[in-house]
């Protein structure tokens, strides 16, 4: 889990940041990973996918059934 979230998720590049945005991406990171394993893409390809299109994000976040 630590490796995919500094590599996949560059965590540590979050090091810099205030206490607060630390805390929260902890929190969401694992969420993250979790939504994105099992699917048929890498996560790092979905990760850049969602990048840029922003819709196509909300769809997928919307057949996982979190929005």
Excluded: W
């Excluded at 206490?19 to 890498?42: F, I, W």
């Amino acid at each position: 889990m630590h490796y995919k979230r500094d590599v996949i998720l560059s965590e540590v590049a979050f090091g810099c940041l205030k206490k607060s945005v630390q805390k929260v991406m902890a929190t969401v990171s694992p969420m993250a990973l979790c939504l994105l394993s099992g699917q048929n893409k890498s996560m790092s390809a979905l990760i850049d996918l969602f990048l840029d299109r922003i819709k196509e994000l909300f769809q997928f976040l919307k057949i996982k059934k979190v929005l």
